[in-house]
Structure formats: structure tokens, C-alpha cells
């Protein structure tokens, strides 16, 4: 499981810069840089308030991963320690700044 930080305050389930979900999905099969990959669990908020409270947030999150060509990449789920999901130019706003080839 790693401690996910998340900078996409746009997202519904971003609570203080901690994700309200217990996982998160990645894409970037061909990914060969962090602009190429995506948060698919990514939500927009409605604009008043967050989908999730904040009491369900935590930084220990389980993330599957489909950026194959990223080293922290083990049968598509993410070991890195430490992942940054930030805004981003990849679709739907919202990637892994994390990402190494």
C-alpha cells in the first residue's frame, strides 16, 4: 500500500490533499513519462462540497496500475512508498506525478 498525497483539489474525492477512496486505478499502458498517465478514479466535485467527508481520508491507499513501463509497476499495482497525484494536461485532469520509466 502506498501513501498517496493528492494535489487535484478539483477531484470529489480530495480531502485536504488526502484521497477519500481506499484505491485508486492508474492508466498509462504506454506511459513513458507521468503526463501520459492518468487517475481514472478521478471525479469531479460538484462544486459545493466534497463526495467523500474527511474522516474516510487517508494517505494509505492501494493503487492498481496500468503504466507498465513504470519501475514502481509489480503486476500492475504500484510499490512506490510515496505517490503524488496532481493536475495534469492528460485527459481528465489528474496524473501520477510519480511515475519513473
Known sequence: MSNLGCSVHSCGYNCSGLCGL?????????AKSSSQTSCRSFRPSNGATNSVNEASASPATNISCKATNCKHNENC???????????????N????QTFKE
Open 22 to 30: 481506499s484505491s485508486i486505478d492508474v492508466s498509462g499502458e504506454s
Open 77 to 91: 499495482k504500484c510499490k512506490a512508498g510515496e505517490v503524488t497525484i496532481e493536475n495534469c494536461g492528460c485527459g
Open 93 to 96: 485532469g489528474a496524473g501520477c
